[in-house]
């Protein structure tokens, strides 16, 4: 295998950790169309929400 | 400082709260668009002084609390007061925004009056922004003294003055501002007129606590009853944080949370009790219907001394003409079901086929560019197999199908948008009590068109569980648009010329399982009757461009994001489990000697008496768990071609009966894995488990007796 290879690899490793790591993040998400959704305001992660009203 | 935006549907809250956070929300004419509240900030410019006025407010009230309870050695008190100054000074001059659910009064007889009502009470917004109807003035008004009656600094943005305007008729604003005891101002959210004079008004008013000036809007034996009974429970209402005057409204109105949440003595309750019965004798009716009455006749008076109401305006007369016609008892059906066949036809056989095509050749020619460069940089041969083979196959496999996709829900939202959809709706109704649903179930079913994950969720809008739990099993039977790249490319490989067809057919057809299904539920583990079915039809409208292209890019960003990220690890998996056995040996290409070979004879047999007896087929189908766009992109794959070559292979693998049975198959097994997952948050494991083994088993009895059918005439 030539250096070009495992650079090739390291990409495609590196996109699919990056990919995993969306799908982990967002599992309980639909994956599809916020607008519309009714649910839309309870996909956001708890860390992200605005802490709103008083 | 935080506003809560409430008023009816459809008066145009999701609108207004575009105009003012510039957030993307969808608006949409027909009831469940809006079940939970969004928020947002405030972005237009000249937010003005009064909100940083109002912090600097209240961070002197924090200092000053933070002294005292420093001095009281309160060291507890004192942090928090201090944590609560440095979030004030943090959201120095932000106002927040807060998207109710729309509602026609505060009783909790609907999740949405719960919601906001809830939210109203508990949260304590510094303001609420009530949004009127200007064309519609008397019912909006009617839960605009409701909520007058929780005593918040509160604000009425009179919208559609445009539209009231335009029609000849006028609102004397002042009148209306004195006699309400509210501040009033005319906008109009779709032309952005008045926007900055409420953001203003609104912070003044927070800022200012500016209590609505009357909560009085009644007389007579109504006027001593609530009196009475606000007296009664002034102490309760007070200690858990209700104004009296509600608390004692809802007790005569016979709210039974409300009666609960105060926590009454029997003895109270008895009291409450008798002044309400004294009121119905007296007035001769029950308490509903004379609070009812009370406000509307408040409401009544008061529109015939500030409101010069237009002739019937433009826009309404031309609604009901058109409704004459597209809800009329015998032509709805089929006006429906021919727009729906044109709009098919445009999309997969005109404008979105042509567009999926010069995609696909895009595609095509840059993985031939990028599969040469690979070669010429001298690549393992395993490794370029993966790339080109793998990834490039298929995910652009997948990517041409966006067009149809967007082109689709392009026509769709412009339907929508128009305030069409609404009238389905409504048509749909009767016919879906013939299964034991309302037409209120058929908003989350046209939601399935698009995805089954939020139609499962909006089921959370229907007021009956019965009704609701229906509509859970039934919703995965509207076929998403994520298996649309699969019949897609099945017709272009054995029906080219009839491509529209066979897609309405197998709409048409998944619709029709869903409505037999429905008939066996209604009859068996559903019995009862579907709740009544209340409906605002608005106005017809021409669609909204902003609205329109909102939902497209929405719709088009979820499409690439699954592609690039489930389609994409769903076929580097694929990839590997074809090109290495089980020694990790690579395997040469088509073999069947690989890992995902193996596994895929095992499954074929099962499939056998459907036509399709290929391993690579019923591989493909136990993909397509993961998403169902991974049904075309692991056929791809597997049988080493790309978008343009892979129609001819599957002529290799299918017969035509066969690929008739196989889009049968797709159309009503078990849905993604996403799916199921939200049914078993809203039914549990069970119910969801035992959901994707019948629809799993029901999709292979009806393919084989297509298959069978099929073998009749091909």
């Given at each position: 295998m030539h250096p070009i290879d495992y650079l090739v690899l390291g990409l495609l490793a590196l996109l699919v950790v990056l990919a995993v790591r969306y799908a982990v993040r967002h599992r309980g998400r639909c994956g599809g169309g916020c607008a519309g959704c009714p649910h839309a305001d309870g996909c956001r992660s708890p860390r992200k929400r605005d802490p709103g009203p008083k | 400082m935080i506003f809560a935006l409430a008023g009816n549907q459809n008066c145009g809250k999701t609108t207004l709260f575009n105009q003012l956070t510039g957030s993307n929300q969808h608006v949409g004419n027909f009831p469940g668009v809006t079940v939970e509240r969004k928020e947002g900030v405030v972005t237009r410019a000249g937010r003005g002084a009064i909100p940083r006025l109002w912090h600097r407010m209240r961070q002197e009230e924090r200092h000053r609390a933070f002294h005292e309870a420093a001095r009281d050695n309160a060291l507890r008190e004192a942090r928090d007061a201090m944590r609560e100054a440095h979030e004030d000074r943090r959201r120095l001059g932000e106002i927040r925004v807060v998207d109710l659910p729309g509602i026609y009064s505060l009783s909790p007889y609907t999740n949405e009056e719960i919601v906001t009502r809830d939210f109203l009470l508990d949260s304590h917004p510094d303001g609420i922004i009530n949004i009127v109807d200007a064309t519609n003035i008397e019912r909006n008004l009617y839960l605009t003294l409701q909520l007058i009656e929780l005593h918040i600094p509160m604000v009425v943005a009179l919208n559609m003055m445009d539209e009231f305007r335009a029609n000849?008729?006028?609102?004397?604003?002042?009148?209306?501002?004195?006699?309400?005891?509210?501040?009033?101002?005319?906008?109009?959210?779709?032309?952005?007129?008045?926007?900055?004079?409420?953001?203003?008004?609104?912070?003044?008013?927070?800022?200012?606590?500016?209590?609505?000036?009357?909560?009085?809007?009644?007389?007579?034996?109504?006027?001593?009853?609530?009196?009475?009974?606000a007296h009664l429970v002034e102490d309760h209402a007070e200690r858990i944080g209700v104004p009296p005057r509600f608390a004692a409204t809802k007790l005569v109105e016979g709210d039974a949370p409300m009666m609960e949440r105060l926590a009454l003595s029997e003895n109270e309750k008895d009291m409450v009790?008798?002044?309400?019965?004294?009121?119905?004798?007296?007035?001769?009716?029950?308490?509903?219907?004379?609070?009812?009455?009370?406000?509307?006749?408040?409401?009544?008076?008061?529109?015939?001394?500030?409101?010069?109401?237009?002739?019937?305006?433009?826009?309404?007369?031309?609604?009901?003409?058109?409704?004459?016609?597209?809800?009329?008892?015998?032509?709805?059906?089929?006006?429906?079901?021919?727009?729906?066949?044109?709009?098919?036809?445009?999309?997969?056989?005109?404008?979105?086929?042509?567009?999926?095509?010069?995609?696909?050749?895009?595609?095509?020619?840059?993985?031939?560019?990028?599969?040469?460069?690979?070669?010429?940089?001298?690549?393992?041969?395993?490794?370029?197999?993966?790339?080109?083979?793998?990834?490039?196959?298929?995910?652009?496999?997948?990517l041409s199908f966006l067009p149809i996709i967007v082109v689709l829900f392009f026509f769709l939202s412009m339907l929508e948008d128009s305030g069409y959809m609404a009238r389905v709706a409504f048509v749909m109704d009767k016919l879906l009590r013939k299964i034991g649903l309302s037409g209120r179930s058929f908003v989350p079913m046209l939601i399935g068109f698009g995805c089954s994950v939020p139609a499962i969720m909006a089921t959370r809008t229907l007021s009956s569980e019965r009704d609701r739990r229906m509509t859970i099993l039934l919703t995965p039977f509207m076929s998403c648009s994520a298996k649309l790249p699969i019949y897609a490319m099945f017709t272009m490989a054995f029906f080219p010329s009839h491509r529209a067809l066979v897609m309405i057919c197998l709409y048409a057809g998944g619709m029709a399982v869903g409505v037999l299904c429905g008939l066996v539920l209604k009859n068996t583990a559903f019995h009862g009757k579907p709740v009544p079915f209340v409906m605002e039809l608005p106005n017809y409208r021409m669609p909204s461009p902003k609205s329109v292209f909102l939902l497209l890019w929405d719709k088009a960003k979820d499409f690439l994001t699954r592609a690039f990220t489930v389609i994409f690890i769903a076929t580097i998996v694929i990839?590997?489990?074809?090109?290495?056995?089980?020694?990790?040996?690579?395997?040469?290409?088509?073999?069947?000697?690989?890992?995902?070979?193996?596994?895929g004879r095992f499954l074929s047999p099962i499939f056998a008496p459907l036509g399709f007896t290929d391993w690579r087929a019923s591989t493909a189908l136990l993909t397509g768990f993961s998403a169902k766009e991974a049904v075309v992109s692991t056929l791809a794959v597997l049988t080493g071609t790309n978008t343009a070559t892979l129609p001819a292979a599957l002529a290799g693998i299918f017969t035509p009966a066969a690929a008739v049975a196989f889009l049968t198959f797709t159309l009503l097994y078990t849905p993604c894995v996403a799916a199921v997952a939200a049914v078993k948050r809203e039914l549990g494991g069970g119910h969801a488990a035992a959901m994707a083994v019948c629809q799993s088993g029901l999709a292979w009895v009806v393919a084989f007796f297509v298959y069978r059918a099929a073998l009749l005439f091909v």
């Open positions: - | 000849g008729g006028t609102i004397k604003i002042k009148k209306l501002s004195e006699e309400l005891g509210v501040p009033v101002v005319p906008i109009s959210a779709v032309k952005n007129e008045g926007i900055d004079e409420l953001i203003h008004a609104a912070a003044a008013t927070a800022a200012a606590r500016q209590l609505p000036a009357r909560l009085d809007f009644c007389s007579g034996a109504v006027h001593r009853c609530i009196h009475a009974v009790e008798h002044s309400v019965t004294e009121m119905e004798q007296e007035l001769g009716t029950d308490r509903e219907a004379a609070l009812a009455d009370m406000r509307y006749c408040f409401i009544d008076d008061l529109v015939r001394t500030a409101v010069v109401k237009p002739g019937e305006s433009r826009e309404h007369v031309r609604s009901v003409r058109m409704d004459a016609v597209l809800t009329h008892k015998y032509f709805a059906i089929p006006i429906f079901l021919a727009i729906m066949l044109l709009i098919f036809w445009l999309t997969f056989g005109v404008i979105g086929s042509f567009l999926s095509d010069l995609l696909s050749t895009g595609i095509d020619a840059v993985t031939a560019s990028v599969s040469s460069a690979l070669g010429a940089y001298g690549l393992n041969p395993v490794v370029h197999s993966l790339v080109i083979d793998g990834v490039f196959a298929g995910v652009g496999s997948v990839w590997f489990l074809q090109t290495f056995d089980t020694r990790l040996n690579v395997v040469a290409a088509g073999g069947e000697a690989s890992m995902l070979a193996s596994f």
